[in-house]
């Protein structure tokens, strides 16, 4: 029941991803028809909200007709003045007292379509970052990807509403009034005509400049959000060493420049819509002297005057509120392209769909693997060749920056080699699906991931369900069990952000316990102690030892200690192996992990 109610909700409230990328793929040489490609679909519901709107805004188009016939029929009474005049009264208050009515009809229509094509957004952003290589995630700040998701799909949902709303209103109201005058007299109608021109010359002067201000704008806000989450982020740090002073005098440069961008796109938006206002003022006083001088000669009735001097203020706000509206529709538009850099990205981790691999055994080989950065000048692995078999535990050591994690991320699928193949039971890994590969391997990092919400959702996040038997189980191989009953609520006590209530230890066996409670086939754990105190290491390898049983496990280790008991040791280093063998096989050498081994004491 809840699913269908879930299902419900989703199908009107969401534009489906496939219809969003599709826009932005087909349309991504023109951002206008790219926002009115999302909302391919909805157009009828759209269609909707525009006849309603026009019921709902008709007694605005009706009222200057029934005041000219008011006053025109009291400056020329006849026998029928009093009826005349009700009747344009009551035809008055029903098209007002209808508005209510429609009025609710119209936001209903439009908004579910605006906020489903905003949700439908958002969601297909997050699903394609979910597919964006780990490439694409290293080299994009979060506070960038944050300020596109939020800011910047604001500003579409924001352009959405303008050009349903605002602009359909400009354009309704222009086409009434000049329907009403061309119908009564051509020539105001020709004089209306000629603010056209103007509108179209001051448009065509300041457009340039305003569409450069807001691109400045909005990559200087981007910028700004990268800052503030890396300031968030740095406090323990900055409060350690007594940084805040540079740290607050870096961020106010920033919000400086970013005041400052803002400040010249206030300018121009600024002067260009007072250029506008004054402009069609100055029309509109033209206008009633205009008027005035046709009643004065006889060529219109006095309460045509009032008729078309209201006209020709709704063209001239009309035209103004277009004025007004384009710097907000250059910053949509800008947005627009923000979010395109997105949902246009190539960089996808598996481009095409590949067969499941299956049951994983664990059996591990490098076959020349050569692998290099982006950046890098030097392959930081060349030609790397080894084997790992099912059931074995391997410890990979070597100076900082050898490529050890890197090792880790091929057998992980976060990148992938130059040249040469990683391969799992014998199969390529670029061969099989990645998603479905993952089922069956579990990584502990060096820094605990741990999110707001309960200890039982962290150390089951990604298990569909848990059998409280087994979840038991693996409290007590993760050393979690005096954490559980110190909590006031256990398991479900309520972590704080980043497990800020917790121990470095003791989140990092939440760490290992959400490891154990997926039964992986190949573990990985990348310095899973380092930066631990011994008496929490000692309860980590604890952990460990019993987590790696039967299983393929991959291990990088600061502390050389720690993997005597590794079935083999790997010593990186110059791109490839410089030594392969068990601990007391390595001490025996007296090669390079004897030195590093006896430089640690």
């Not at 020709?190 to 300041?206: M, Q």
């Not at 030892?545 to 110059?574: E, P």
């Amino acid at each position: 029941m809840a699913e269908d109610k879930a299902r419900t909700v989703k199908g009107a409230f969401e534009t489906s991803s496939e219809v969003i990328e599709e826009s932005f793929r087909k349309h991504r040489d023109s951002k206008l028809r790219i926002l009115l490609g999302l909302y391919k679909g909805q157009y009828l519901r759209l269609f909707g909200a525009v006849l309603l709107f026009a019921v709902k805004h008709c007694p605005v188009w009706v009222l200057p007709i029934a005041t000219a016939n008011i006053i025109n029929t009291a400056t020329n009474p006849d026998e029928n003045a009093l009826r005349d005049i009700i009747i344009n009264v009551a035809v008055m208050v029903v098209l007002v007292a209808q508005n209510v009515l429609s009025n609710y009809f119209h936001v209903s229509l439009y908004s579910k379509v605006i906020r489903g094509v905003e949700a439908g957004l958002r969601s297909t952003m997050v699903t394609k970052l979910q597919k964006l290589s780990m490439t694409f995630h290293n080299e994009i700040q979060t506070g960038r990807l944050q300020s596109k998701m939020i800011r910047d799909v604001e500003q579409i949902e924001g352009l959405s509403s303008q050009i349903f709303i605002s602009v359909l209103s400009i354009i309704m109201n222009i086409i009434v009034a000049f329907g009403v005058v061309v119908s009564t007299s051509m020539t105001v109608f020709l004089f209306f005509l000629g603010t056209i021109p103007v509108a179209v010359l001051i448009r065509t002067v300041f457009r340039k400049t305003i569409n450069t201000r807001n691109r400045e704008f909005r990559k200087e806000m981007e910028e700004t959000a990268v800052a503030v989450t890396e300031m968030t982020e740095l406090i323990p740090v900055t409060r350690a060493h007594a940084l805040e002073d540079v740290e607050t005098k870096q961020l106010n440069g920033q919000l400086k420049r970013t005041a400052e961008k803002g400040f010249r796109l206030d300018v121009i938006q600024s002067f260009f819509g007072s250029i506008s206002w004054a402009s069609f003022q100055i029309f509109q006083v033209v206008c009633l002297g205009f008027t005035g001088w046709l009643a004065a000669c006889g060529t219109i009735l006095p309460g045509d005057v009032v008729m078309y001097q209201t006209y020709f203020s709704t063209i001239v706000n009309q035209v103004s509120g277009i004025i007004t509206l384009l710097p907000i529709i250059s910053k949509g538009l800008e947005a627009v392209s923000s979010v395109g850099e997105i949902l246009l990205s190539d960089d996808i981790e598996e481009p095409d769909e590949k067969p499941e691999i299956g049951e994983v055994y664990g059996d591990i080989e490098f076959k020349n693997v050569t692998f290099q950065f982006r950046d890098a000048d030097t392959p930081v692995l060349n030609d790397l060749s080894f084997t790992v078999k099912r059931g074995e535990t391997v410890a990979f050591v070597g100076a900082s920056g050898a490529g050890k994690t890197t090792i880790l991320n091929l057998v992980i699928g976060f990148l992938k080699p130059q040249s040469g193949q990683v391969l799992i039971d014998g199969k390529d890994i670029n061969e099989f699906s990645l998603k479905s590969y993952r089922r069956h391997i579990a990584v502990v990092p060096q820094n605990a991931m741990i999110f707001t919400g309960t200890l039982r959702e962290n150390i089951t996040y990604g298990t569909e369900t848990t059998d409280d038997g087994f979840l038991a189980e693996v409290i007590e191989s993760a050393n979690l069990t005096e954490l559980v009953h110190s909590l006031p609520e256990g398991l479900d006590t309520r972590i704080n952000e980043h497990g800020a209530n917790l121990s470095g230890g003791q989140r990092q066996r939440v760490s290992i316990a959400r490891a154990f409670i997926r039964r992986p086939r190949i573990l990985i754990l990348d310095e899973a102690t380092s930066a631990l105190d011994t008496v929490s290491e000692r309860k980590i390898q604890e952990s460990v030892d019993r987590l790696v049983q039967d299983r393929t496990t991959l291990i990088v280790a600061h502390r050389l200690s720690t993997i005597r008991n590794a079935d083999r040791i790997a010593v990186i280093g110059d791109g490839g192996l410089l030594e392969y063998g068990t601990f007391d096989e390595l001490m025996e050498k007296k090669g390079e992990f004897y030195h590093m081994r006896t430089l640690q004491g």
